[in-house]
């Protein structure tokens, strides 16, 4: 049986940031967790590579996150040039087109 997800089973979550930093803390407490049950059967340079590659697609996996922040500060609708881009919007679409005006 082969199972394929449509638009409808995929959507969007809005989350606060304190809902995410939540989420985000809990996710990092059952990675300490577990990473401390398996820590005494693996030595010392398997556990350092482990880490690294951890850490390395974690980094891999926030970065997408951390470029949209900084996007949406740089070129969002609440910054400067949002507010800009949204008064030249606004003044070069006042209704009026040059066929419509009237003498």
């Not at 398997?46 to 997408?64: D, K, V, Y």
Request: net charge neutral; aromatic share 4%; proline share 2%.
């Amino acid at each position: 049986m082969q199972t394929s997800m449509s638009n409808e089973q995929l959507r969007a979550i809005g989350l606060s940031l304190a809902s995410a930093a939540l989420l985000t803390a809990s996710q990092a407490a059952v990675g300490f967790g577990l990473g401390l049950l398996v820590a005494e059967r693996m030595e010392k340079r398997e556990r350092g590579l482990l880490a690294l590659g951890a850490l390395f697609l974690a980094a891999l996996a926030t970065s997408p996150a951390l470029i949209g922040v900084a996007f949406d500060l740089v070129n969002g609708p609440r910054s400067r040039l949002g507010v800009r881009r949204t008064l030249r919007s606004i003044r070069e679409d006042s209704g009026i087109h040059d066929e419509d005006q009237v003498f």
